[in-house]
């Protein structure tokens, strides 16, 4: 079983500084994959960015970085230059590939506020 | 390149009803799970379908149903609806069934049973 947790339930950022959202995941597979999703009140689910297990490079998407630690079993979300608009709830996911189970295990997420 | 379609996208229904939602995947997924997300669980997998097989399934009682058709859209079936039931109710949809495989979401079905 998979199990991720995200610590912080509510951060605030000055816009244009940057911030770093915790997760860290608990998992017996040797192959899996971290998903960040960032949630506006409107419900959507945004897929931001993804690291694999096996990838050497941390990953980059525009303005969002993932700082993994695969030794600690951390995949913190980075973000640059904070924006208004990234004022939202943010989840770490993860997906095993052990086994038939192929769905995403959530964390309980960070609600991020950008303050002007 | 359309998105993960979601309909309706709100509905109320009264306790003892069912309700069935929608979810249309990106053209060419092939995988599709849901998700139930409440402020007291949080997101909680339902079941994942592939290939007009359901794969995998979570920890919810049979009311909780679904299928998926042979142009991949899926339907989610709940059944006897509950107070609790009220939800906002996440479609992912995923081109292949690897860890590795991006999953994108529809906007979601908020379900309000009353």
């Known amino acids: 079983a998979q199990k991720i947790t995200q610590t912080q339930p509510g951060m605030f950022v000055q816009e244009k500084e940057a911030v770093t959202l915790d997760c860290t995941y608990d998992?017996?597979?040797?192959?899996?994959?971290l998903f960040w999703y960032k949630q506006p009140s409107s419900g959507e689910m945004i897929f931001l960015i993804y690291?694999?297990?096996?990838?050497?490079q941390n990953a980059t998407e525009g303005r969002y970085s993932l700082n993994f630690q695969k030794a600690r079993k951390s995949a913190n979300l980075v973000i640059s230059a904070s924006q208004l608009g990234d004022s939202a709830m943010y989840f770490c996911?993860?997906?095993?590939?052990?086994?038939?189970?192929?769905?995403?295990?959530f964390g309980s997420g960070t609600q991020l506020t950008v303050l002007p | 390149k359309a998105g993960v379609t979601q309909t309706p996208r709100y509905l109320i229904k009264t306790r003892g009803q069912q309700v069935t939602l929608s979810c249309s995947p990106i053209?060419?997924?092939?995988?599709v799970s849901w998700y139930q997300q409440t402020p007291g669980q949080g997101l909680q997998f339902l079941f994942e379908?592939?290939?007009?097989?359901?794969?995998n399934k979570g920890n919810f009682p049979g009311r909780f149903s679904g299928r998926q058709f042979s142009n991949s859209r899926s339907e989610m079936n709940v059944s006897t609806l509950e107070l609790g039931d009220s939800a906002l109710y996440l479609c992912?949809?995923?081109?292949?069934?690897?860890?590795?495989?991006?999953?994108?979401f529809g906007q979601g079905t908020r379900l309000t049973v009353v």
């Open positions: 053209s060419g997924h092939r995988s």
């Open positions: 379908y592939f290939s007009e097989t359901q794969r």
């Open positions: 998992t017996s597979d040797q192959s899996y994959g």
């Open positions: 996911a993860m997906r095993a590939f052990g086994g038939s189970a192929r769905q995403l295990t």
């Open positions: 992912a949809s995923s081109l292949e069934r690897t860890a590795n495989t991006e999953a994108f």
């Open positions: 690291q694999g297990s096996y990838d050497e």
